[in-house]
């Protein structure tokens, strides 16, 4: 991160934001910048909590910085697309002016730092307090049962033969890991839409990563053995091998990530793609919490804990946003608000007892779909289709009242929507609770 004279004389507040698969969050920081560009226009100068913020201004000294141009260039053309997803981390800047005090002569500046990260990254937070055969006994857990265990029959079964103590054949161990990568790239998509996809850098490397460096997979033959003691393997076993190197990523790759950014942070965004997981059903559903559950363990975690200390040092209020609320009808999307506010109600409860402010929310980064009122009363959707471009006009499913506990719900599936015409840089994109986002994240 670049230090500029701003920065050493100006307050900075820092939000981490990321997602898990699908959500959108190249888009929404795109729609942030361009709404804190556009302070005094549409609904941000309507937040009393915003009320005195004059200017925002969009800065590029910060290194690695995010492409807020090629996002704007995505969503601004003819015909407009969405950003493309990043793959690494980044930082976007953003100087505020707010209205002098009555005692000053100046007006005030704060800036605002949004830390861009995959997603994918934000699930290692699960392996930094697991061994080695911890990580193969979770693994195991989830592909022991549906769908993953239909995703990738062959490959589990050949993960639960090796012998861990037999010496390592490390052409065949790099072979394993490329198949393993590509199974963690398959049950991130529809029609799965899985959520605990480890380890995450497997899906994005990131700058000076490489996988293939120190490659390990879980075995299987750890937990089909029914042995409870800390394994010791040979020399240049499997077991041996695998070991070190998931070690080696946990503790240089994953962990200091986390050092090195989290003890910063202010504030913490993470979008889920909610209406994606009730398309898949309940197997998506569980994964999809279950995650959510392992990356939000470390706030409640207390002092005496070094996970506590990083993540509770500063960071107090964390937004979970169920995105593309958009893509419903008005009344539903009231529903998806509440639905998402019971997927986490344990999670919320135990945030609350540690002060920490969890806000549920359903939100839309960029309204690809407006309402059509039919002549007979009834409402549908219109948008632009993602594949051809051509106008769609649909009805989208109907959620339930409440999200059953067990969580076997499905919907229908929705088309996937291209971005509005007629975007501009110096008008507010059309969104849905991007004020209240803002609101709630810059309250101090």
């Known amino acids: 991160m670049v230090n500029s004279p701003f920065t050493l004389k100006t307050p900075v507040t820092r939000i981490g934001i990321t997602g898990l698969s699908q959500a959108g969050k190249s888009t929404l920081i795109t729609a942030l910048i361009n709404h804190l560009e556009n302070i005094r226009r549409g609904s941000l100068a309507k937040q009393a909590t915003l009320k005195g913020l004059t200017h925002g201004h969009w800065m590029r000294d ?41 005692y000053s002569t100046k007006p005030r500046r704060r800036i605002i730092e949004l830390l861009d990260y995959p997603g994918e990254w934000l699930l290692d937070l699960c392996l930094l307090e697991w061994d080695y055969p911890a990580f193969c006994a979770a693994v195991w857990s989830w592909c022991s049962q549906t769908p993953r265990a239909e995703i990738a029959a062959d490959l589990i079964q050949q993960l639960a033969a090796i012998d861990p103590n037999a010496p390592v054949d490390r052409a065949y161990l790099l072979e394993l890991q490329q198949r393993w990568a590509e199974f963690l790239a398959d049950s991130r998509l529809p029609p799965h839409q899985l959520s605990r996809n480890l380890p995450g850098r497997f899906l994005l490397n990131g700058t000076n990563f490489s996988p293939e460096r120190h490659p ?102 964390v937004a979970v946003c169920a995105t593309k609320m958009d893509h419903l009808l008005p009344d539903d999307q009231k529903r998806l608000q509440s639905l998402a506010e019971s997927y986490l109600y344990e999670t919320v409860q135990h945030l609350a007892a540690k002060s920490i402010e969890l806000n549920v929310m359903a939100i839309a980064a960029v309204q690809a779909a407006r309402v059509q009122e039919e002549p007979d009363g009834t409402h549908s959707l219109i948008g632009r289709d993602k594949r051809t471009g051509q106008g769609v006009q649909f009805t989208p499913p109907a959620l339930p009242q409440t999200m059953p506990h067990n969580l076997n719900l499905k919907i229908d599936d929705l088309p996937q929507l291209a971005p509005p015409a007629g975007l501009d840089r110096t008008r507010p994109f059309p969104g849905r609770r991007i004020d209240q986002l803002l609101a709630f994240l810059l309250a101090d």
């Open 62 to 102: 910060a290194t690695p910085n995010f492409d807020y141009d090629a996002g704007l260039h995505a969503l601004t053309n003819s015909p407009p697309t969405w950003p493309r997803s990043t793959t690494d981390w980044s930082i976007a800047r953003i100087e505020l002016t707010i209205d002098r005090p009555w």
């Open 216 to 317: 390990f997979i879980p075995l299987f033959a750890l937990n089909l053995s029914g042995g409870t003691a800390t394994p010791k393997f040979p020399a240049n076993s499997w077991g041996a091998v695998c070991t070190q190197n998931y070690l080696s990523y946990r503790d240089h790759e994953a962990k200091p990530f986390f050092s090195r950014h989290f003890q910063s942070l202010d504030a913490q965004v993470i979008l889920i793609d909610l209406l994606g997981a009730m398309t898949a059903g309940q197997s998506a559903l569980k994964d999809m919490r279950a995650a959510l559950e392992c990356t939000l363990q470390p706030f409640t975690y207390g002092t005496d804990h070094w996970l506590g200390r990083l993540f509770r040092r500063k960071i107090r209020r």
